[in-house]
């Protein structure tokens, strides 16, 4: 099977869903008998239920989990029972304060307000074309770092001039870029690549170094902050981060920097491509969709009086939370493009899944989140258009799908924390842009899902590695 996946690694998810659909819902892949790489594949929501709640103390992130995601040490993301536990524990009180999610209307409306909105009006005027899912992944990764780390590296300018390249941000793509890979080549390769230091062994060692260095200076200037006693802020700046917040939370004294250095990584990693790739694809299926286009900007217009209210309208939840088509349209984006396609679990007992497929103690099984959007017996027939409407009830409301159905932020205990403040920052830009501009896709243009393919060798040249 290995050389089939190899072929069709350029639309590895599409190949995935015909494999599924075909064998009914769930397969064993079989790679080389040398390599080890075997495991079972499942787009069955009564397997994911059972995976990700009914035993999900059988379904754990594992060894190779770990190994792979290496480089987010112990963060929530990487971790296990009592370990995981804790993480979870001390940041799901952060994103419980009301604080927070006040921090993110605000740092995304600067954001908007400051660069996003002046850019793209240099964009329209000039009739420059411009790549959206870049100036995605430089809001994204502001707003994400300001919320994280209290930090901006103003990454995304305000005028249409040359895009800043920051360190750290770079290092971050080849970071994720690397971690992919790790998933399709077997084990002994990229290990036997980063022993010999070459291809994304290498770079994976660079990009670790930048990223440590970046995040040490912000957690030593939160710590140097925080000893600062009448230290005086910037009225503008806000003062609740979540770096701050995790340091307040556990007491500075006995707070360890690795923690902190762990969790702050994954949060960064968690909140930044996941975000901007479902904006892009929302951008991408709204302006190809004139109509659903037309059926947003009717209900924005009808909530919100006048286009300048936005700005003042958009930052009351329960004004976000009446735009119900908006909301259907991003639940759309979602299901058919997740920013998480795949989930890796590993069984530690041997186990049988709702489907009659027997697990043994140490398989990994992955479910596709992606392939699940497009299953028939899930959606229905039209499961692969873009069609908001599925979402909203009779009575106008937006019809509830279990969340082992509707999987993009996955189900059960580890579900995603994030999930709120993702639906505020996208209907924030959404509404912003979608009120101000009118997109149009490059005709001709290649859209697809694919690997984050750049020249990291050159980059890292230029950074003197
Ligand atoms: C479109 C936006 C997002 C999507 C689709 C998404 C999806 C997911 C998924 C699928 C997981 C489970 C990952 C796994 O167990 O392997 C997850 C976990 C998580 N997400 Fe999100 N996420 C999004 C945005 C965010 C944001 C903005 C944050 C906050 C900064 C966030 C924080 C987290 C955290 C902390 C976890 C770990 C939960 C745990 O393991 O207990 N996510 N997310």
Redesign the pocket.
């Known amino acids: 099977m290995l050389p089939g996946t190899l072929c069709n690694l350029s639309n590895i998810h599409d190949h995935t869903t015909t494999n599924l659909k075909q064998c009914g819902g769930t397969f064993l892949f079989k790679g080389p008998w040398f390599t080890n790489h075997n495991f079972l594949i499942t787009s069955d929501p009564m397997n994911v239920h059972h995976i990700t709640s009914k035993n999900f103390d059988n379904y754990i ?1 594992g060894s190779e989990f770990y190994e792979i995601f290496e480089i987010l040490g112990d963060g ?2 990487n971790t296990d029972s009592h370990k ?1 536990k804790h ?2 524990n001390i ?1 799901h009180s952060l994103f419980r304060q009301n604080s927070f999610e006040s921090l993110v209307v605000k740092t995304i409306h600067k954001k908007l307000h400051s660069c996003l909105v002046p850019l793209l009006n240099d964009v329209s005027e000039s009739g420059t074309v411009v790549d959206l899912q870049d100036i995605f992944q430089r809001i994204s990764f502001d707003n ?1 770092c300001s ?2 780390l209290g930090f901006d590296p103003k990454s995304l300018p305000n005028k249409l001039i040359e895009f800043p390249e920051v360190a750290f941000e770079k290092a971050f793509n080849m970071m994720e870029d690397v971690m992919f890979y790790r998933h399709i080549v077997p084990r002994f390769v990229w290990k036997l690549q980063k022993w010999l230091q070459i291809g994304r062994g290498k770079s994976y060692t660079e990009c670790e170094k930048i990223i440590d260095q970046f995040l040490h200076q912000c957690i030593s200037s939160t710590f140097q902050e925080k000893s600062k006693v009448n230290c005086t802020k910037d009225d503008d700046e806000p003062t609740f981060n979540m770096l701050k917040a995790l340091v307040e939370e556990s007491g500075m004294e006995q707070i360890d920097r690795k923690f902190l250095r762990d969790n702050a990584l ?2 960064l990693a ?2 930044r491509d ?2 901007s ?2 904006l892009s694809w929302f951008f991408w299926l709204v302006s190809t969709h004139p109509v659903v286009e037309a059926k947003i900007l009717e209900e924005i217009r009808a909530n919100f009086i006048t286009k300048e209210e936005y700005w003042l309208i958009t930052s009351r939840l329960e004004n976000l939370n009446k735009l119900v088509y908006l909301h259907g349209a991003l639940c759309e984006a ?1 299901r058919l493009f ?3 396609p795949f ?2 679990k590993c069984a530690v007992k041997s186990d049988v899944l709702p489907s009659g497929h027997r697990v043994n103690a140490n398989t990994i099984v992955i479910y596709s ?1 992606y392939s699940m959007g497009r299953m028939e017996q899930i959606w229905g027939e039209d499961c692969l258009e873009f069609k908001p409407e599925r979402w909203i009830s009779e009575k106008g409301s937006i019809i509830h799908i279990p969340s082992y159905k509707f ?4 189900a059960g ?7 709120n ?2 639906f505020i ?2 209907k924030i830009i959404a509404i912003a842009l979608l009120c101000n501009f009118q997109f149009e896709v490059v005709e001709g243009h290649n859209v697809s899902m694919c690997f984050y393919y750049s020249s990291h060798e050159t980059w890292l040249e230029g950074q003197g590695y």
């Open positions: 992130k929530i993301f995981w993480n979870r940041l994400i919320i994280v994954t949060l968690a909140g996941t975000i790739s479902s979602l997740p920013a998480v989930e890796h989140p999987i993009a932020f996955n205990p580890r579900s995603c924390l994030g999930k403040i993702t920052q996208m």
